[in-house]
């Protein structure tokens, strides 16, 4: 039933029900949407005694069909979809049959690591210490694969106000591997992990 329930029945008035452990010393707290178990336990008293069910479960599989842009499901499964009735009251009929949709292949998480260039010289970049590069593949909704190994380069110390810039280069194209682009992560001397880069042709 849905949580935006606002009528209320002539049946009890319940203002809520209340859970508590055994040794919680009288403190309890609000466990049910009100207007739901009011709804709930009016169709109780008011349900029918002879057996009859309300109302049947569907009886077809519902159409699913699956959207290659602009959701959140992962890859790589199968999912079933079944649907139910709900009446006023909340009494919910079985599940129907269940119709099955496959989400097809997922990006291949990496499992080599990117390379790092030399260090150069620049006004601004990275100060000395270690560098660690890491990369993702993405999707063209925003999913991301596991991270690759990491490839680490020590950078050097330089005098103030020079700094180590370094080129990375992943192993794969990101249209090689079935992706739409990459992600690229870096942490300097153990610090916190940023975004350096991400990849998106």
């Given at each position: 039933?849905?949580?935006?329930?606002?009528?209320?029945?002539?049946?009890?008035?319940?203002?809520?029900?209340m859970?508590?452990?055994?040794?919680?010393q009288?403190?309890?707290?609000?466990?049910?949407?009100?207007?739901?178990t009011?709804?709930?336990l009016?169709?109780?008293?008011?349900?029918?005694?002879?057996?009859?069910?309300?109302?049947?479960?569907?009886?077809?599989?519902?159409?699913?069909?699956?959207?290659?842009?602009?959701?959140?499901?992962?890859?790589?499964?199968?999912?079933?979809v079944?649907?139910?009735?709900?009446?006023?009251?909340?009494r919910?009929?079985?599940?129907?049959?269940a119709?099955?949709?496959?989400?097809?292949?997922?990006?291949?998480?990496?499992?080599?690591?990117?390379?790092?260039?030399?260090?150069?010289?620049?006004?601004s970049?990275?100060?000395?210490?270690?560098?660690?590069?890491?990369?993702?593949?993405?999707?063209?909704?925003?999913?991301?694969?596991l991270?690759?190994?990491p490839?680490q380069?020590?950078?050097?110390?330089?005098?103030?106000?020079l700094?180590?810039?370094?080129?990375?280069?992943?192993?794969?194209?990101?249209?090689?591997?079935?992706?739409?682009?990459?992600?690229?992560?870096?942490?300097?001397?153990?610090?916190?992990?940023?975004?350096?880069?991400?990849?998106?042709d």
């Amino acid at each position: 039933m849905s949580d935006a329930r606002t009528e209320r029945t002539d049946f009890l008035g319940l203002l809520a029900i209340m859970e508590a452990a055994h040794n919680s010393q009288g403190w309890a707290f609000p466990y049910w949407n009100v207007l739901q178990t009011d709804a709930a336990l009016a169709a109780l008293a008011g349900a029918v005694r002879t057996g009859a069910v309300p109302l049947s479960a569907p009886a077809a599989a519902p159409d699913v069909t699956m959207q290659t842009s602009g959701g959140y499901l992962a890859a790589g499964q199968t999912l079933e979809v079944a649907q139910t009735y709900v009446d006023a009251y909340g009494r919910e009929t079985d599940a129907g049959p269940a119709a099955t949709v496959n989400m097809g292949t997922g990006i291949t998480d990496p499992d080599t690591a990117c390379s790092i260039g030399a260090p150069s010289t620049e006004a601004s970049g990275f100060e000395g210490g270690l560098l660690e590069v890491w990369y993702s593949w993405t999707d063209e909704t925003g999913g991301e694969t596991l991270p690759s190994p990491p490839a680490q380069l020590t950078l050097p110390y330089l005098a103030a106000g020079l700094y180590s810039q370094v080129t990375v280069t992943l192993p794969a194209t990101p249209a090689s591997v079935g992706a739409a682009g990459a992600n690229i992560y870096g942490r300097h001397r153990s610090g916190v992990i940023v975004t350096l880069a991400a990849v998106t042709d």
